[in-house]
């Protein structure tokens, strides 16, 4: 039963993030026991107390309704809720929602892209980066693209890198530069950390930005503030897609924004992994051994 404010969801698609893991191992430690996964599409079965603007049987998504995503039911506070719009799959709304609301306040409020901006996104082939990567090319902006391995390349070209760069040459800011023709980027987005934050500074133009928006290799280093001055006067920060949603208001605008690019074609990721919810530990293991591109999807 729905509680006071909630609706039961039958959920028809899970999305995965890369957050799940962190989460999973305690990097990002949560009161146990505990469910895991933000982010599913489904249908509305029955509406809590108090509960007005909503029906069953309308398709609906949500990705900041606190962790659980991962069941084939679920209560869900309403005010977490977007109605899906007919050109949206739940498939794709489980693969897009999370991905695509964390680079619609990366290119709209982090930074807001111009056209000409030249952007380095790591992990383009990623779900997050090749989501940036397509939207931020639309808005008129250049991207250079790194991967971890080659065989990723091909897949961050076709969501529109004018260049992708392979992390595995121990030069690859050296790479960057020279591809971009000698300039620096006006916005560098790093969700990798550990191995690549120091580095990415090296990338930035002066009064640049450089944005640390995860640690897929791990914990970012600490950074003195001389060494950004040392590098260009940049700046850096370190935001996250729920602060910039908790206000429900806000929420729903951004979700606006977000389903106009989709409408617009602008924000498109590939499926790189169907999984059911019963192989979850498959997902697991398959992202952090970065063998997949693009998003993970599961169905319950
Ligand atoms: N701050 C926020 O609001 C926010 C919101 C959503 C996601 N994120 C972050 O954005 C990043 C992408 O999220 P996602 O769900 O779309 O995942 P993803 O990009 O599909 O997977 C993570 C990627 O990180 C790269 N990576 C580099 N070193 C790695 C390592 N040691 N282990 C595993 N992966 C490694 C891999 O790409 P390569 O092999 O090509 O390097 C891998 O594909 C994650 O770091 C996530 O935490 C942040």
């Given at each position: 039963m729905p509680g006071p404010g909630e609706v039961t969801l039958r959920q028809t698609a899970i999305g995965f993030n890369f957050i799940d893991v962190y989460q999973r191992k305690g990097v990002y430690p949560l009161p146990l026991p505990t469910g895991l996964g933000f982010e599913a599409a489904g249908v509305i079965e029955a509406l809590g107390e108090g509960v007005s603007g909503w029906s069953p049987g309308?398709?609906?998504?949500?990705?900041?309704?606190?962790?659980?995503a991962y069941a084939d039911r679920r209560n869900v506070p309403a005010d977490k809720l977007v109605r899906l719009p007919d050109n949206v799959s739940d498939e794709a709304a489980a693969t897009l929602l999370f991905k695509g609301m964390t680079a619609q306040y990366l290119l709209r409020k982090t930074h807001r892209v111009e056209p000409?901006?030249?952007?380095?996104?790591?992990?383009?082939?990623?779900?997050?980066?090749?989501?940036?990567?397509?939207?931020?090319?639309?808005?008129?902006?250049?991207?250079i693209g790194t991967t971890g391995?080659?065989?990723?390349?091909?897949?961050a070209l076709a969501a529109g890198c004018q260049a992708v760069i392979?992390?595995?040459?121990?030069?690859?800011?050296?790479?960057?530069?020279e591809a971009a023709g000698g300039r620096k980027a006006r916005v560098?987005?790093?969700?990798?950390?550990k191995d690549t934050l120091i580095q990415s500074l090296d990338c930035a133009a002066p009064f640049g930005l450089v944005v640390s928006y995860g640690a897929a290799s791990g914990k970012a280093p600490?950074?003195?503030p001389e060494l950004l001055n040392k590098k260009g006067c940049l700046f850096l920060t370190r935001p996250?897609?729920?602060?910039?949603?908790?206000?429900?208001?806000?929420?729903?605008?951004?979700?606006?924004?977000?389903?106009?690019?989709?409408a617009k074609g602008h924000v498109a990721v590939e499926i790189g992994a169907r999984f059911s919810l019963d192989d979850?530990?498959?997902?697991?293991?398959?992202?952090?051994?970065?063998?997949?591109?693009?998003?993970?999807?599961i169905t319950p």
């Open positions: 309308e398709r609906v998504a949500y990705m900041n309704a606190g962790v659980g000409g901006d030249l952007l380095l996104v790591h992990s383009a082939a990623g779900g997050v980066g090749q989501i940036l990567t397509r939207w931020a090319t639309a808005l008129g902006a250049t991207v391995s080659p065989q990723k390349r091909d897949a392979d992390l595995n040459d121990p030069a690859w800011p050296e790479a960057f530069i560098v987005y790093d969700a990798i950390g600490a950074i003195e996250s897609i729920f602060p910039h949603n908790a206000d429900p208001a806000t929420f729903r605008a951004n979700a606006a924004d977000f389903f106009d690019a989709v979850i530990v498959a997902v697991h293991e398959a992202a952090e051994a970065r063998r997949v591109n693009g998003a993970i999807l």
